[in-house]
């Protein structure tokens, strides 16, 4: 069995700072695309950013130039640094990772952590 553990949300005033973090444990034989995604009230998931195996990188584009999305193989982990935050980036963000284990490829999510960000 296979999870995905976020921490780092919190509460931030507009222009700051922070990082999300997500790891992934369990039965784990190699980990494809990992994702972050956000959902605000009343909004539909968005995605964030996604990294590939190969470390190439997509971002929304309302997130270019304030967010970096990386990875750390060994650890499983994948990260979100958020800078320059703004009152509208404010919703529940969900880590995705697509992972190969025995049971074949899945799609697993993390269990969402609430980013604030004040005016």
């Known amino acids: 069995q296979v999870q995905l553990v976020e921490s780092g949300g919190g509460l931030v005033q507009a222009g700051g700072s922070l990082r999300l973090s997500c790891a992934a444990s369990?039965?784990?034989?190699?980990?494809?695309?990992m994702g972050w995604y956000r959902q605000a009230p009343g909004k539909q998931r968005e995605l964030v950013a996604v990294?590939?195996?190969?470390?190439?990188?997509n971002e929304n584009d309302s997130v270019k130039g304030r967010f970096t999305i990386a990875r750390d193989n060994a650890k499983n982990t994948v990260y979100l640094q958020m800078n320059s935050l703004k009152p509208e980036d404010t919703a529940v963000y969900y880590c995705?990772?697509?992972?190969?284990?025995?049971?074949?490829?899945?799609?697993?999510w993390g269990q969402g952590t609430q980013v604030t960000v004040s005016s």
């Open positions: 995705n990772m697509h992972i190969w284990s025995r049971y074949g490829l899945t799609a697993y």
């Open positions: 369990g039965s784990i034989h190699s980990i494809n695309d």
């Open positions: 990294i590939t195996s190969g470390g190439s990188t």
